[in-house]
C-alpha cells in the first residue's frame, strides 16, 4: 500500500484505506488488502492515517475506522466500513476496478 498524498487527493479516482495506528480491526482491514494487493502484484489502495487528515475526516463525513473510500468520476462512490472478508474487498473490485480482471 502506498501513503496518500496531497496529489493523489486531488485525482479523479482513487481507492483509500482510511485506518488509526492503534486499531485492532484496522490492522486485520489491512491484512486482507495486503493480500490482495500480494496476489495482483500492484499497487490497488492508498492509506491514510485519519490521525493526520482531520479536515479530510470531516469533509467527506468519515464515521469509523477502518474505512474504504472509493472515490469514482471525482466523486465519492462508496464508503465501506465492514471489511468482512477478502471476497467481500473483491466484490467491490470487480466494480470499480475491473482492469484488474483482464487477462494479458
Known sequence: M???TNEVLEQDSYILYIYTPFCGTCHVARTMLTKIESVH???IFY???ASLYAEFMQEHKI???PCLLIKEGNEVKEKIYAF?????IYSY???YKPDLFVKS
Do not use: F
Not at 84 to 88: E, G
Open 41 to 43: 502484484k500492484e499497487t
Open 93 to 95: 473490485l470487480t466494480e
Open 63 to 65: 464515521e469509523s475506522v
Open 2 to 4: 502506498q501513503e496518500i
Open 84 to 88: 468482512r472478508s477478502i471476497a467481500n
Open 47 to 49: 492509506q491514510m492515517n
